[in-house]
């Protein structure tokens, strides 16, 4: 090995700037200038507790943290953040580059990171054993922990994946095995370590902090751009849509959040931005020959795709070697799909940039695509790309021969395609078409279109049909709620010995659903079990999770909260030994299910974290779980006090049904309760009454819809809470009266039998029967400790404030009296004090406050003012003296510092 002090490091730039003056100390001085830790960017950060957590316990003595994220996830600007606070002189941060391989001139970086440059004469010019691996060890046994504040160092190696050759990588793992304990070693790389690293983690030696935990939460997401949402730049739901379409990619955010702030032009889509288009393709791009980015652009035409279906459709201007494993190895934003072997995904903003490069050939890799899934029994995959490949008589060869088979993946949206491809007088002539459309309607709520399709048959075209159409009109009556009726029709399909398997499977599991909708829940677990033998004798991994899905309904039906979530858990962990398929339906089902069970225990974040991939994997495949996901968002931003923000999710959900052209009675007692429960936190009766008008039709109907079984009786709670809340206590007998005899007749959900206590609790209460109110109030937080159940309390927040807080005082401490501490704002039987703001130098009229109300609902001006039965000049005079008052200029800022004042 050459002497470094000669100046002879390999493909060294330095060497032609040295002169006169002696090379090696040149180059030496040089590289000290490498030593230096990079200026965190403070015009967009923002606080991040749990990345900020994370970082800071692992950043130990003689331990090492590896960050490993593609580009601009923030792996720098975290640990930044970690250091800040640490003494001058604590830190020495090398930023490594390609010249680095090196392996004398990486010892140097690591001797004047280490304050040992008396090495370099000593150890590099003529070393005693010959080998770089003893200068190394000299370096590290010598290292002087005295020299630090603190007696410790923070060694960062920043983009470590640069080292690829054998003594430099040699060299890295010597560096990992001999830490010095006072030293803590800090990798950060956008792709895994070429370096074994089990042995140092079995050790509790070595932490890994990954995309996961980098990326922006929703909840970050949305502080990120609250000064945008006060500026007026943007909503809360164009806020949510960037939130998914970057999964919270902190670069693309970050420059788009600069140019909004920056541009007084029209607000362009993040994915037009011009600097978020040139990082994305830097980021993609930029160390790919040409043959590797073709295969980008032909992965990113799948949502998900393997190696193998890669191998199937590549071509010969492709890099086979670059396959999607290949591709994700390398640091791109291409991330392995949870539990699924080798299937991938891009980022959806990452793959929006690649699809739009517009590659030739799509169609016919669309169609060779489809017939792999096909072979493989995928029927949804299948008729998806046979769709876009534009083979009609494919796609409704895949139609006709697994509609059943279809509905169980519940792929609406790709045989809704079809049905525009197709004429209408050929759906009309074929009896089996009919029946697929029947059950394509049926399953996006179009319930009414799929009893035409079928109603239209012949006799003659109906016998042969005679069990699947059965099974068909079960589904429809189960989805309409109609319960005896869907039990009849399920059990004639049964009945017949030639039903298909799925057909079969679907008709069990109306049964099922039916029978625990009566409240029969012995009758309706045998019918599940059933179902789930006949899931398993399939061998489809969608039948089962949808028989899971049945299951854990039944238990949240009898209140077993922690059953129904071991069953779901249970039942996503089945689904993610199937490496062999993209998601389907019934993985999204079960992971609702759970998101509602967590919603019931009062655990919102991690309700939050479920619904954010669920609810957009329903909406693309047109799902009405959607409109359940969307109800759950709802009732979680109530819960926290963000009105603005429920009332934007109802819009988003009566939205999309009415796109989805799904029936009024599906939705739309859904939607009217969710604004009554919303209207009737804020206090707004008025607001309330017409909602409740429009839910009188559906209460006296008594149906139970599938998705919600328990709204029903949640109707009869609203309109008591109504009656109770606008001190009509003659009004509010009769109705509780009726609450109660629903509740003493007939087997009510476990959860609407904890309403009905609770309200007997407020009722007894405000009629001046203070024992009889503590004893109802007392048996149903008896009832809800052992599972936990929350909702309840959360949801009457309200009208139990006054009654829970003292009779709290008196409970035992429990986990349930703990957590209704907490949603009560009692600390030791204390209220919290809140914080004050400063009043306002001239209040907010009775009229404005109500006027003000309206604005934060998302009324406009002239629907306020019919609300109000005041005229648009009115509604625009109050409007400008409410922003005068609150030192405001737009809507926005006036409902964010009305928040502040305690006014909303």
């Known amino acids: 090995m050459k002497p470094f002090d000669e100046g002879c490091a390999a493909n060294d730039e330095y060497l032609a700037l040295a002169g006169g003056a002696q090379t090696g100390e040149l180059i030496w001085d040089l590289l000290q200038h490498r030593i230096k830790t990079p200026h965190g960017s403070s015009d967009w950060?923002?606080?991040?507790?749990?990345?900020?957590?994370?970082?800071?316990?692992?950043?130990?003595?003689?331990?090492?943290?590896?960050?490993?994220?593609?580009?601009?996830?923030?792996?720098?600007?975290?640990?930044?953040?970690?250091?800040?606070?640490?003494?001058?002189?604590?830190?020495?941060?090398?930023?490594?580059?390609?010249?680095?391989?090196?392996?004398?001139?990486?010892?140097?970086?690591?001797?004047?990171?280490?304050?040992?440059?008396?090495?370099?004469h000593q150890s590099l010019a003529k070393p005693v054993s010959g080998s770089l691996t003893d200068t190394m060890t000299i370096l590290l046994s010598g290292f002087r922990a005295t020299d630090y504040p603190g007696e410790s160092l923070v060694l960062v190696l920043d983009a470590?994946?640069?080292?690829?050759?054998?003594?430099?990588?040699?060299?890295?793992?010597?560096?990992?095995?001999?830490?010095?304990?006072?030293?803590?070693?800090?990798?950060?790389?956008?792709?895994?370590?070429?370096?074994?690293?089990?042995?140092?983690?079995?050790?509790?030696?070595?932490?890994?902090?990954?995309?996961?935990?980098?990326?922006?939460?929703?909840?970050?997401?949305?502080?990120?751009?609250?000064?945008?949402?006060?500026?007026?730049?943007?909503?809360?739901?164009?806020?949510?849509?960037?939130?998914?379409?970057?999964?919270?990619?902190?670069?693309?955010?970050?420059?788009?959040?600069?140019?909004?702030?920056?541009?007084?032009?029209?607000?362009?889509?993040?994915?037009?931005?011009?600097?978020?288009?040139?990082?994305?393709?830097?980021?993609?791009f930029s160390r790919l020959t040409s043959g590797q980015q073709r295969c980008l652009c032909l992965m990113a035409e799948f949502e998900v795709v393997s190696d193998d279906l890669f191998f199937h459709i590549a071509d010969a201007a492709c890099d086979r070697g670059f396959c999607p494993s290949a591709a994700s190895d390398s640091g791109l934003p291409l991330y392995p799909v949870s539990g699924r072997g080798r299937w991938f995904r891009f980022n959806p903003l990452a793959r929006d940039w690649l699809v739009n490069r517009g590659l030739s050939g799509t169609k016919a890799r669309a169609g060779v695509a489809s017939h792999w899934f096909e072979a493989r029994a995928d029927f949804s995959e299948a008729l998806r790309y046979a769709l876009i490949s534009n083979d009609v008589e494919h796609a409704l060869s895949i139609a006709s021969e697994g509609s059943e088979?279809?509905?169980?993946?519940?792929?609406?949206?790709?045989?809704?395609?079809?049905?525009?491809?197709?004429?209408?007088?050929?759906?009309?002539?074929?009896?089996?078409?009919?029946?697929?459309?029947?059950?394509?309607?049926?399953?996006?709520?179009?319930?009414?279109?799929?009893?035409?399709?079928?109603?239209?048959?012949?006799?003659?075209?109906?016998?042969p049909l005679h069990g699947r159409l059965s099974a068909l009109r079960a589904f429809i009556l189960r989805g309409e709620g109609n319960v005896h009726e869907a039990l009849r029709e399920a059990d004639q399909a049964i009945d017949d010995p030639g039903l298909t398997l799925h057909a079969r499977l679907i008709a069990l599991l109306?049964?099922?659903?039916?029978?625990?909708?009566?409240?029969?829940?012995?009758?309706?677990?045998?019918?599940?079990?059933?179902?789930?033998?006949?899931?398993?004798?399939?061998?489809?991994?969608?039948?089962?999770?949808?028989?899971?899905?049945?299951?854990?309904?039944?238990?949240?039906?009898?209140?077993?909260?922690?059953?129904?979530?071991?069953?779901?858990?249970?039942?996503?962990?089945?689904?993610?030994?199937?490496?062999?398929?993209?998601?389907?339906?019934?993985?999204?089902?079960?992971q609702l299910s759970l998101a509602l069970v967590l919603w019931h225990q009062g655990r919102n974040d991690e309700a939050e974290k479920l619904l954010v991939h669920c609810a957009r994997y329903a909406e693309q495949s047109r799902d009405l779980a959607f409109?359940?996901?969307?109800?759950?968002?709802?009732l979680i931003a109530?819960?926290?006090?963000?009105?603005?923000?429920?009332?934007?999710?109802?819009?988003?959900?009566?939205?999309?049904?009415?796109?989805?052209?799904?029936?009024?009675?599906?939705?739309?007692?859904?939607?009217?309760?969710?604004?009554?429960?919303c209207w009737l936190s804020q206090n707004q009766h008025e607001s309330a009454e017409p909602a409740l008008l429009k839910l009188k039709e559906f209460r006296s109907q008594q149906r139970v819809p599938e998705l919600f079984p328990m709204l029903p009786g949640l109707l009869d709670t609203l309109q008591v809470r109504y009656e109770l809340a606008s001190g009509k206590l003659s009004g509010a007998q009769p109705e509780h009266n009726r609450l109660r005899e629903l509740l003493g007749t007939s087997s009510q959900p476990f959860g609407i039998h904890l309403y009905g206590d609770l309200?007997?609790?407020?009722?007894?209460?405000?009629?001046?029967?203070?024992?009889?109110?503590?004893?109802?109030?007392?048996?149903?937080?008896?009832?809800?400790?052992?599972?936990?159940?929350?909702?309840?309390?959360?949801?009457l927040k309200q009208e139990l404030v006054e009654l829970i807080r003292p009779a709290l005082q008196r409970l035992p401490d429990s986990g349930l009296v703990t957590s209704l501490k907490a949603i009560f704002e009692l600390n030791d039987g204390a209220p919290v004090p809140t914080r004050s703001a400063p009043p306002l130098a001239e209040p907010i009229s009775d009229r404005e406050q109500g006027v003000l109300e309206l604005i934060a609902m998302g009324l406009s001006n002239q629907d306020i003012g019919d609300r109000l039965h005041i005229s648009l000049h009115t509604v625009k005079t109050h409007a400008r003296r409410i922003n005068a008052k609150l030192e405001v200029k737009s809507r926005t800022q006036a409902i964010v510092r009305a928040r502040e004042l305690g006014l909303l």
């Open 759 to 795: 309200l007997d609790a407020i009722a007894y209460h405000q009629a001046g029967k203070p024992d009889k109110a503590w004893g109802r109030l007392k048996a149903a937080i008896a009832k809800a400790t052992e599972e936990h159940y929350l909702s309840p309390f959360v949801e």
């Open 638 to 677: 109530k819960a926290r006090g963000r009105m603005v923000e429920a009332f934007s999710w109802i819009g988003q959900a009566e939205r999309t049904m009415q796109i989805w052209h799904v029936d009024d009675a599906v939705y739309v007692p859904v939607l009217e309760a969710l604004k009554t429960t």
């Open 510 to 590: 109306v049964r099922s659903s039916a029978l625990c909708a009566d409240g029969r829940f012995g009758e309706a677990r045998s019918a599940n079990r059933n179902a789930s033998r006949l899931a398993r004798e399939s061998g489809d991994t969608g039948c089962e999770m949808l028989a899971v899905y049945d299951h854990a309904r039944i238990e949240l039906g009898k209140g077993y909260l922690r059953r129904a979530e071991l069953l779901l858990r249970h039942g996503l962990d089945a689904a993610m030994s199937d490496p062999n398929r993209p998601p389907r339906i019934g993985e999204g089902r079960l």
């Open 627 to 634: 409109l359940m996901a969307m109800a759950l968002r709802t």
């Open 160 to 284: 470590t994946d640069v080292l690829v050759t054998a003594p430099a990588l040699a060299l890295l793992e010597q560096l990992m095995q001999e830490l010095p304990p006072a030293i803590t070693l800090v990798l950060i790389s956008r792709r895994p370590l070429p370096i074994e690293t089990h042995v140092f983690a079995l050790a509790g030696r070595f932490h890994r902090l990954t995309m996961e935990t980098l990326a922006l939460s929703r909840g970050e997401t949305h502080a990120f751009f609250d000064d945008c949402v006060v500026a007026g730049h943007l909503t809360v739901l164009a806020v949510e849509h960037l939130h998914t379409l970057t999964e919270g990619w902190l670069t693309p955010l970050a420059l788009y959040r600069q140019e909004l702030l920056a541009s007084d032009n029209e607000r362009l889509p993040i994915q037009e931005t011009q600097s978020v288009q040139r990082f994305v393709q830097d980021s993609l």
């Open 405 to 463: 088979a279809l509905l169980v993946s519940q792929d609406t949206a790709s045989l809704l395609k079809l049905r525009r491809n197709l004429p209408v007088s050929l759906i009309r002539q074929s009896p089996r078409l009919r029946v697929v459309y029947g059950w394509v309607h049926a399953v996006g709520g179009q319930f009414e279109e799929a009893r035409k399709l079928i109603e239209a048959l012949s006799h003659a075209d109906e016998e």
């Open 45 to 120: 950060r923002i606080e991040r507790v749990q990345v900020a957590k994370k970082v800071n316990s692992a950043l130990l003595p003689g331990k090492i943290l590896h960050l490993e994220a593609p580009a601009g996830y923030g792996k720098s600007q975290a640990l930044c953040d970690a250091v800040a606070d640490r003494p001058s002189g604590s830190v020495s941060w090398i930023s490594l580059t390609s010249q680095d391989n090196d392996p004398s001139r990486l010892l140097a970086l690591l001797m004047l990171a280490l304050k040992r440059p008396e090495l370099r």
